[in-house]
């Protein structure tokens, strides 16, 4: 394999905005990843396989951030964030979106800190986007698809409480509380010495 190289290229750009004599910052962030060499982890030229190759042909990445942050009263600070990624390679010389890399993501966090910084409530709602799943296959048992062509957004909430001390502090927190899960997570589960265990 060769060894991977590529041009960067980014810009930033910070503002803040008085708001009823508090600020509210706001970033943007571009960058673009333009790939002359790269290794790619080919699902796409055969399903059941998994090739390793070098690049032939063109890869790119576009990615678009912007995030806000503003502390609503004294200890509720809230930031919210987005981000949009276009990243595109070649495989089995077609242009396509990259599997597996959600094309975007939305962040948004509250962070309470009591009057006498004893105890942290912190709540944070992220989105990730859809994508492209690899290129399926058929199955020879039923005759259907291995699995879809694309996946769907889905949302996730996490929450911690924190109690501090003088030295240390202790949280208890959950993660993933609405309970999202991926269907049918292994393929074939059933016969896993066949050709479709997935």
Request: a positive charge.
């Amino acid at each position: 394999l060769k060894q991977e190289a590529a041009w960067n290229y980014g810009a930033s750009l910070s503002f803040t905005f008085p708001i009823n004599n508090k600020l509210l910052k706001l970033n943007t962030e571009y960058y673009y990843t333009h790939f002359i060499s790269q290794t790619l982890v080919d699902y796409d030229t055969n399903p059941q396989e998994l090739h390793i190759t070098n690049l032939n042909g063109r890869s790119f990445s576009h990615t678009f951030q912007v995030d806000a942050s503003y502390e609503l009263f004294k200890g509720l600070d809230l930031t919210a964030a987005y981000r949009y990624n276009l990243v595109k390679a070649t495989y089995n010389n077609r242009l396509m979106w990259k599997p597996l890399q959600s094309r975007y993501k939305a962040l948004l966090t509250a962070s309470y800190k009591t009057p006498l910084g004893l105890w942290q409530f912190d709540a944070t709602l992220a989105l990730n986007g859809g994508g492209r799943m690899p290129e399926p296959y058929t199955s020879p048992v039923t005759g259907n698809l291995s699995w879809e062509r694309t996946y769907k957004a889905y949302g996730q909430v996490n929450a911690q409480i924190t109690r501090h001390f003088r030295h240390f502090s202790v949280y208890v927190g959950g993660e993933n509380l609405t309970n999202f899960k991926q269907k049918n997570p292994i393929i074939g589960y059933d016969n896993p010495w066949s050709n479709t265990f997935e």
